[in-house]
């Protein structure tokens, strides 16, 4: 029988960002309902979030632990179906594994975990359960995004030669951890962020970004990354000259001291026949530059984009969609992918299409290779796992 | 005892536009559920479309009568608590009269009615029960755009001598409608639309957001309404001068045969000491024009906003929110309005920001004014309900 | 023996804005040479003036009477060639006659004349001395425009259909004229300026341009001409609605008390198959939005433009012309007719691509046509010259 | 007695891109006339440009040597007072050399000379004959890249941390220069451009443009300079990390073959209290990027700008000037230190806001470092001249 898929959360108490926009894009497309949680390691905040999510007592645990074990007891006509991860980086992959190991599937804000060794770890699990892990890189799931990675899929680039990428944000420019900024305290933490700041939070994004749209792996890295402001203990900058697998050429930037800007992550491909540019600034735009004509505005929504741009869009061009779309657009391709698993379906992983344990793999690779690399006297380090 | 509000729809089909904009604005915030409805006129189509939305047979109704006399049997902790009405406009005024006597609040499609008469009725009916009625005029939804509106009420722009209101699309520059478009059927069909094709469709839109952020009401038009399409029955195009209250002028231009654009509505307002501009391509952005110093991009989610941007906005600057959490925003004005209702304090109109059966009346004027303007060969006509 | 075109002022001293436009404009191309002029009423700023200029003081006049006198005694080798009248309205017409009449061609600021008498009269001194005038409507000067005009006569858009062209200024949003300053002081009196004000001064440029690019003539206006400053003796603020001759409707949008716009010059034209758009705040660049595609952004310099676009461009794609190259196309255009003219080989009027008298009548006639409709109580007024 | 000052031109002929644009930029002010030139190795191809030009054919010379020689035997009243040496880049130092020698001052197409040899040699010739010379390092020229400086300078954007800079451009993306196109052929040419390719063409005036707004000098580089188009013979693309003098960091992207770009030179610096970004495509534009307020549009020839903005502006708010006239503000400061030495009174170079010999020198080490950084397995090479 057909029925909303269950969802209990791991984080995401009542004033936390990241959680707050799992729930908007789990709920909006009416395809998951929250059945249990924990949503704090303080009970008290956990319980008032867990009512205010309209929960009942009951299915509000202590822990973690606690609510994998509970739920498993649960019949199948009750228990949660999957669990999303939303605490800082630190506690990710005890709740991630412990989840996969009790038959559940997961949802994961990124990065996937504390170090490479954590991210190795639950890629094996991943692979020994069978279960379906999702990774939340939001900016794949805007569907300007995936017409970017069709028109390098379909040719119209030609070879691809360039890859400019960039993440500007400015909200760390001042030293807002030590002003009571939440937000800012667990992200400039070793202790709870793990070996990467800006690299970790966005740079991690951007390599993800280039890697999807353009289908090809940085194979080297040669970079700077910078603690800008005083006394911060992990980085706040970082950019980095890279070589793809094909002999590509790339640029990276990724920044939080960058003052005055958002969150304007900003691709830029250019090929042999042509170039695409695609920005967070306008999602629901992508421009394609080809060798010979005027520039072309592909816009969402619209009647001659590709089927998977098509299918990751629900309202007609000039109606824009945003973020929490985006996001909703990884759970919805996560749904099919438990739905599948659950009538005995489920494919291999590049049938869909989100970010997987794989991405976060590499992405964890990212963090560690940049760091390294930063460190050398040497110009260019071997992307290693 | 807290719970999520109940939805029961009409219209809304699987296949429908507008009733899924209404879904995913309505779940998005997890205060609402959906329980039962009745989706088509067609009762295989409403059956189906039920069970996609994960209904239980015994809620998908035959029609709304139907469903408005068996949910008022429910218990109170059951049944429905609101309709919301996403039929083409010949369909709205007798639901809704229906659903508010017999006791249920209404969310109701632009435009309120198929007529002013109708619209006029409603307003009395609405007043007689002492239900909660809101439209969905989206734009005011966004947040950006009640930062408009209190830059205007704050005094930043002064005496309001100015307004440039514009809404050009151009999906109807072709006869659709004879091309089997079911959106261009009804909507160009004066049996299912009433009066007005474009000044009704959209038209309207553009009036309810020059007097939404100037805060000032039409009182003359000067309008010219035309058919561009051949044998099309309704109008596709319209423009107008205007006067408003305090002696300020308007411009408003309103076209479905705008060959390549999208759904561009765009505001500009002018005071003595500076200008706004907003649009819809970039909803996250209102520019402040200040007659001395350099134009300001003022941006939603930043921390300099007012109290009631920021209550509309659900991400950080820089996570662009679209057409749907500006719709959502009305939605939860709304359930703000009857969570008062039903603990008995229910505020008046002022009080909640949303547009209701007011606006709904005024846009129903604007149609029948702008057609008569049209029609005649005297310049300025009252606005007149 | 080819040499320079040799170029006397009327106006233009030192402080004077139009007046260096023109030199700007006038030099650049290395194709004209200031020999003369008288460049104020008060002689001492024209001969401090033309010193600045590097003229000897024998060809710095004490008024265009004389001027006209003198240089038409001048060996033909060493006489000027033309004048550039750049003074005032009021004082258009009677250096413009007189200079024609003496054998001298005639390059005049925006508008023609005085009054729609004089620039009908001046229409008849032109064709009876064969002349050649060139009227400095600026914008259609860009290679843009004329490519947005190559677009309509080739038939990108089909029949024409909407017309919107829209020309916000905010510098007269406050009384500068009681101010001292002295662009404001002429521009808002009726002695200098003539019977418009806004509508004179762009309101007519909104005007050609619509009618430059469409092909279109229009034939029927209904206008709301305004007085928004207190005690201001002219308009500063201007709309209308328009028909054109094909029975395309417009909208047109004039003011100069759009608090915190700049110089916003914008035309948005909607055939059956296309629409293009082009403002003047980026006009280097042509949007072309056909009906089923992506938006085009068309970029002057490149290799896949008009032939008429190429000739009016100086630099390749990428390097910005702006406002003084728009004004040299002119000059440039103009100074082919002449040097047609000496060579006895002059055409007939649309051979060449600049405005003439014929658009300074029709400028003229706007200006007249806008005041009266706006006085009327009858809707639509028939454009008349 | 006050006169123009009289230009020779080596290069330039009729047919030549940067020549072109150097007598429009250098006649549009009206200060400068063009008294004789040999325009082209060719010689009919250079007696046909200056017949053009409207010079007499005694004053159109076989070559630079026989011009310098005769124009210095001329009166002071008749003879040249500069050269504009425009011409491929080996051939810049030796008429450069000889025109100083000969007591003439130089404009010098950027860059400076074939090789920093040459450059250092030029240095020293410039000091010891006294005269002025100024390098066109035109984007250093538009009013709002002095107005960004200006905000460094006077403190607004606090320490600065950050620098991107990027230069990208498409129209070498296919191999041109066997295709007959003269611009590709010199440009891609060992022989006649010297070590760089785009690193030379370009780069230098992107690292040209962020020393100049942040007052600051790159200290370090890392560089991956790259062929991109088989069988080319220089670079066409490349990237670098950047150390400034402050402990600023900095990123460096320029590049030819970024199909589908136009010449889209873009900077933006970041201090501790904000942000600063130009760019090209819309160069008349700054935004200013505080921490805490809206991100602001300050505009050229408004009336809120600095001095030197101004000084470098010609027209008012609205009337957007261009690469020419950016090109022309070298040329009048230019003009200005040649009248002050003519008159005896030559101050110091940073008295004159135009670049150059010293700007030239760290052009050619620029192309010089990345060249070698490129090619080294060091991760960070110091910038040294």
Tied chains: 1, 2, 3, 4.
Excluded at 75 to 92: A, K, L
Excluded at 124 to 152: D, F, Q, R
Excluded at 267 to 283: F, M, Q
Aim: glycine share 10%; hydrophobic share 35%.
């Amino acid at each position: 029988m057909s029925r909303k898929l269950r969802l209990g959360m791991v984080g995401g108490g009542k004033d936390a960002f990241i959680g707050a926009i799992h729930r908007l894009a789990a709920f909006m497309d009416g395809q998951i309902e929250l059945v249990c949680g924990v949503f704090s390691i303080d009970p008290g905040v956990s319980v008032e979030s867990g009512l205010e999510y309209y929960l009942p007592k009951e299915r509000i645990y202590e822990n973690y632990q606690q609510m994998f074990e509970e739920e498993a007891k649960l019949p199948e006509g009750e228990r949660m179906d999957f669990v999303s991860i939303v605490t800082p980086n630190h506690v990710h992959f005890e709740p991630a594994k412990l989840a996969l190991e009790n038959g559940f599937h997961v949802v994961i804000e990124k990065p996937l975990a504390f170090s490479l060794e954590e991210a190795v770890e639950l890629d094996k699990i991943v692979k020994s359960t069978g279960n379906v892990l999702a990774l939340t890189h939001t900016y794949t799931g805007y569907p300007m995004v995936k017409e970017a990675k069709h028109y390098v899929e379909s040719g119209k680039l030609g070879s691809i030669r360039k890859i400019y990428v960039e993440y500007p944000q400015g909200w760390l420019a001042t030293p807002l951890e030590r002003e009571g900024n939440k937000q800012a305290s667990w992200r400039t933490d070793p202790e709870q962020s793990g070996q990467g700041g800006a690299v970790g939070d966005i740079g991690t994004h951007a390599a993800n970004l280039a890697e999807y749209v353009s289908g090809l792996e940085i194979t080297k890295i040669c970079a700077d990354v910078n603690i800008k402001v005083k006394d911060r203990l992990l980085d706040d900058d970082c950019a980095a000259l890279l070589k793809f697998g094909n002999g590509a050429s790339g640029v990276l930037m990724a920044s939080q001291i960058a003052a005055g800007e958002e969150n304007d992550l900003k691709l830029r491909v250019y090929g042999e026949k042509g170039g695409l540019e695609w920005k967070h600034t306008d999602p629901n735009t992508l421009l394609f530059k080809p060798l010979d004509g005027p520039v072309q505005i592909v816009r969402a929504g619209t009647g001659y984009l590709s089927e998977i741009a098509t299918k990751n869009t629900r309202t007609p061009a000039g109606h824009p969609e945003g973020y929490i779309e985006a996001f909703a657009n990884i759970y919805m391709e996560f749904v099919r992918a438990v739905r599948d698993y659950q009538n005995g379906e489920l494919k291999s992983g590049k049938e869909y299409d989100f970010p997987d344990v794989a991405d976060g793999v590499r992405g964890m690779a990212f963090v560690k290779n940049m760091i390294e690399s930063s460190k050398s006297e040497t110009k260019w380090k071997p992307f290693e796992i």
